[in-house]
């Protein structure tokens, strides 16, 4: 993939969760390369100062920015958000679903939190899918979709059962997306899942092992140009590598009969380890 054709000055991107770490760093490097953004996180201080750096950095300033506090979990507000952006510029090129919320954590959470996750983390990135996707259909313009998912959503590690949850069926969805467009005739669009690594929210105090939010911006550029659906970050303590012995791992739980999540079972996790590093 040329990167070109969804960050170029005649590209529009859209981005959820764009007042801080990931998000910021998808809208700072969109607007860097002359993209047209349309920023969109919870109102707040935060966004209002993202805002302000895009403009300060874009070619064109505050005629390629477009700033949009609204909650992804509302349908109601990504249709209007929905309206005012292809008003104002026509299209979509990059649709980058990473607004996210932690809430909760295991079983006993109550069932609110469940539903705040859901909404959030799955059903915002369904939301704002069908809300642009049949505009990425109308044109002959390459357009992308990328939805983060997480390591968690995949290897299900014990204690953040929630998150787990969320990210488990963005996943899902996202390969099921993805081969559904891929399928249509002629198509423009692909569909693509990135699955960080652990990312510092704050690059101005980076905790040792994570890796900056712009560093898994470039890995994700790097990933798209190679035309990956999976794009697999690591991180300054684990490896790609690792990455993949973990995940065949939990895959074998199914195929050699252990019992779930044997990475952290007492009679596994010792074999686990040294399988895994």
Same mark, same amino acid.
């Given at each position: 993939?040329?990167?070109?054709?969804?960050?170029?000055?005649?590209?529009?991107?859209?981005?959820?969760?764009?007042?801080?770490?990931?998000?910021?760093?998808?809208?700072?490097?969109?607007?860097?390369?002359?993209?047209?953004?349309?920023?969109?996180?919870?109102?707040?201080?935060?966004?209002?100062?993202?805002?302000?750096?895009?403009?300060?950095?874009?070619?064109?300033?505050?005629?390629?920015?477009?700033?949009?506090?609204?909650?992804?979990?509302?349908?109601?507000?990504?249709?209007?958000?929905?309206?005012?952006?292809?008003?104002?510029?026509?299209?979509?090129?990059?649709?980058?679903?990473?607004?996210?919320?932690?809430?909760?954590?295991?079983?006993?959470?109550?069932?609110?939190?469940?539903?705040?996750?859901?909404?959030?983390?799955?059903?915002?990135?369904?939301?704002?899918?069908?809300?642009?996707?049949?505009?990425?259909?109308?044109?002959?313009?390459?357009?992308?979709?990328?939805?983060?998912?997480?390591?968690?959503?995949?290897?299900?590690?014990?204690?953040?059962?929630?998150?787990?949850?969320?990210?488990?069926?963005?996943?899902?969805?996202?390969?099921?997306?993805?081969?559904?467009?891929?399928?249509?005739?002629?198509?423009?669009?692909?569909?693509?899942? =990135?699955? !960080?690594?652990?990312?510092?929210?704050? /690059?101005?105090?980076? %905790?040792?092992? @994570? *890796?900056?939010?712009?560093?898994? $911006?470039?890995?994700?550029?790097?990933?798209?140009?190679?035309?990956?659906?999976?794009? =697999?970050? !690591?991180?300054?303590?684990?490896?790609? /590598?690792?990455?993949? %012995?973990?995940? @065949? *791992?939990?895959?074998?739980?199914? $195929?050699?009969?252990?019992?779930?999540?044997?990475?952290?079972?007492?009679?596994?996790?010792?074999?686990?380890?040294?399988?895994?590093?």
């Amino acid at each position: 993939m040329d990167l070109d054709t969804v960050f170029s000055p005649n590209t529009v991107a859209v981005i959820t969760g764009a007042a801080q770490g990931i998000g910021r760093a998808a809208c700072l490097h969109a607007a860097s390369r002359g993209a047209s953004v349309c920023a969109v996180d919870l109102p707040g201080d935060r966004l209002d100062k993202t805002v302000e750096e895009l403009i300060g950095i874009s070619p064109r300033g505050e005629d390629a920015i477009l700033s949009t506090p609204l909650d992804v979990s509302d349908p109601a507000q990504i249709s209007q958000m929905r309206q005012t952006l292809l008003e104002q510029f026509g299209k979509v090129s990059f649709l980058f679903n990473n607004a996210v919320t932690r809430i909760g954590h295991g079983h006993g959470a109550e069932i609110s939190e469940w539903r705040q996750a859901m909404d959030t983390n799955f059903w915002g990135c369904v939301y704002l899918v069908q809300a642009f996707l049949p505009a990425m259909k109308s044109t002959e313009d390459p357009s992308v979709i990328v939805n983060v998912g997480s390591k968690q959503g995949i290897t299900n590690p014990p204690a953040h059962t929630i998150y787990n949850v969320t990210k488990s069926a963005l996943k899902t969805y996202t390969e099921a997306l993805e081969h559904e467009i891929r399928s249509e005739p002629e198509s423009q669009i692909s569909a693509h899942l =990135l699955i !960080p690594g652990w990312t510092s929210e704050n /690059e101005e105090n980076v %905790k040792k092992g @994570a *890796w900056r939010p712009d560093q898994v $911006i470039d890995h994700m550029c790097a990933g798209l140009e190679k035309d990956l659906f999976y794009i =697999l970050c !690591p991180d300054n303590e684990v490896s790609i /590598e690792m990455d993949h %012995k973990r995940i @065949a *791992w939990g895959a074998g739980d199914i $195929i050699e009969g252990r019992p779930p999540l044997s990475r952290w079972h007492p009679d596994w996790k010792e074999k686990a380890s040294k399988a895994c590093t």
